[in-house]
């Protein structure tokens, strides 16, 4: 069955810049997605179809994907940035990776 | 703004069926896959199912024997019923809106906690 893989963790200091990759095979031959999810909430797309950002999501995030690799980038990266992340992609099912945790130190 | 609404028991016992039912509301389910998702306590997401307006449905294979998803388009609401529980199945369970074209999920309700538990 088709895996999405990412890191468990990733650290950054406020206002660097932060990235989050998602492995999977020829996974940018399928369109990926990206949610946040802050503790006690339902998750919150951030990015659509690789790299389109929805209304309300700040500039600051943007996505890439090509290869085996989807990667999220949070540039000048906030307090308010701390989540957990998620990719999702579609195989015969949908797919989700395992989630990120963003600390921002 | 479309919104959902999970509702049902947050209490089951080992061995019975889980029973949910997502109420949509300022919107149509019309034209729209509706999904069931769920968090187990401390983990990731995983994906159950969706139902397409029509009545089509796809599972996840791995669930896929204990799983039914079904609609009720004049009432707006889908629902999931999960037979043969364990404690492995307590997580919290968000119903949610793909886009049109599938791709991505644009709205999320606000998930319900269902506990397997004698």
């Known amino acids: 069955s088709y895996e999405l893989t990412q890191p468990p963790s990733v650290s950054v200091s406020p206002g660097q810049t932060a990235s989050i990759t998602c492995s999977g095979d020829?996974?940018?031959?399928?369109?990926t997605s990206w949610y946040q999810q802050k503790a006690g909430q339902p998750p919150v797309l951030v990015i659509s179809?690789?790299?389109k950002r929805p209304s309300g999501i700040p500039e600051r995030f943007s996505g890439s994907n090509s290869g085996n690799t989807a990667t999220l980038t949070i540039t000048g990266t906030q307090a308010m940035d701390e989540a957990d992340y998620y990719c999702?992609?579609?195989?015969?099912?949908?797919?989700f990776g395992g989630g990120t945790r963003l600390t921002v130190l | 703004q479309v919104q959902l609404q999970e509702s049902g028991p947050g209490l089951v016992k080992p061995s019975e069926t889980l029973s949910l039912t997502c109420t949509v509301s300022?919107?149509?389910?019309?034209?729209?896959?509706w999904s069931w998702i769920r968090q187990p306590p401390g983990k990731g997401l995983e994906w159950i199912g969706y139902?397409?307006?029509?009545?089509?449905?796809n599972y996840n294979p791995s669930l896929k024997s204990r799983i039914t998803i079904s609609l009720d388009t004049s009432k707006n609401q889908f629902s999931l019923k999960l037979n043969s529980v364990t404690a492995a199945d307590t997580a919290v369970y968000y119903c949610?809106?793909?886009?049109?074209?599938?791709?991505?999920?644009?709205?999320w309700g606000q998930g319900t906690l269902v506990t397997v538990s004698s």
């Open positions: 300022s919107g149509s389910i019309i034209n729209y896959y």
């Open positions: 179809q690789d790299s």
């Open positions: 949610a809106r793909w886009s049109v074209g599938g791709n991505f999920i644009d709205y």
């Open positions: 020829k996974l940018g031959t399928k369109f």
């Open positions: 999702q992609a579609w195989d015969s099912s949908a797919i």
């Open positions: 139902i397409y307006y029509s009545g089509s449905t």
